[in-house]
């Protein structure tokens, strides 16, 4: 069965923190995707990036970036000088063929502040 | 494009009351899915389809119903209300020809089960 664990559950940090979200992840497969999405107080989900299990190169776009780490099953997520406008819940998820069927973690709530 | 549109964006049901949730999408994507949000939980997919006339269900589809007649259009179906399908309501679309491999999320129904 697939699983997706984030430990997290709230996070709280000062502005311009770097700040880690974890994301432990279980399959069976050998091809599977890994996403993270962040969900703002104003509750639509956005799209922060999807990973196959082949590239394990680390990944950075601004102030984010990811390292995915297939002998932990971890695929943990890295804030670097936070904002308060990266205050929301971000959740991991697991999918097996990378277009469908996302199994979601519980969530990890960030709270940045001033 | 309007991307994936839902509505309505809230309602409120007495206990066995029917209603039928709805998702659309404008991008010709071939796969959508429904998947409900609860405090705690994360997201988990009630049912999904792979294209038109194909339905299955996820993790949690007890209690709902869906079709796809059209590749446009999933609506989920409610088929008698109880106070445990309280939660927030996502589809999602996606399609193995979009470059960003991403799942586009619509912005929700809040519904409420009394």
């Known amino acids: 069965a697939q699983k997706v664990t984030q430990a997290q559950t709230e996070i709280s940090v000062v502005e311009k923190e770097d700040v880690t979200l974890d994301c432990v992840y279980e399959t069976r497969d050998t091809t599977y995707y890994l996403f993270w999405y962040k969900q703002p107080p104003s509750g639509e989900l956005v799209f922060l990036i999807r990973?196959?299990?082949?590239?394990?190169q680390n990944e950075i776009s601004g102030r984010y970036s990811w390292n995915f780490q297939k002998s932990t099953s971890s695929f943990n997520f890295t804030i670097t000088a936070s904002q308060v406008v990266d205050s929301a819940v971000y959740f991991c998820?697991?999918?097996?063929?990378?277009?469908?069927?996302?199994?979601f973690g519980a969530g990890t709530r960030l709270a940045v502040h001033p | 494009n309007a991307g994936v549109t839902q509505t309505p964006k809230f309602q409120v049901l007495k206990t066995g009351q029917s209603m039928t949730l709805q998702c659309a999408q404008d991008?010709?994507?071939?796969?959508m899915s429904w998947y409900r949000q609860d405090p705690g939980m994360g997201l988990r997919l009630i049912h999904y389809?792979?294209?038109?006339?194909?339905?299955d269900q996820g993790e949690v589809p007890n209690g709902y119903n869906v079709s796809r007649s059209t590749t446009e259009d999933f609506p989920l179906r409610l088929l008698s209300a109880a106070p445990s399908q309280t939660s927030v309501y996502f589809c999602?679309?996606?399609?193995?020809?979009?470059?960003?491999?991403?799942?586009?999320f619509g912005p929700g129904t809040r519904l409420t089960v009394t």
């Open positions: 999602a679309s996606s399609s193995e020809r979009d470059s960003l491999y991403e799942q586009y």
């Open positions: 990973r196959n299990s082949f590239d394990e």
């Open positions: 998820a697991l999918s097996r063929d990378g277009y469908n069927k996302l199994i």
């Open positions: 389809s792979v294209g038109a006339g194909i339905t």
């Open positions: 991008m010709n994507h071939e796969y």
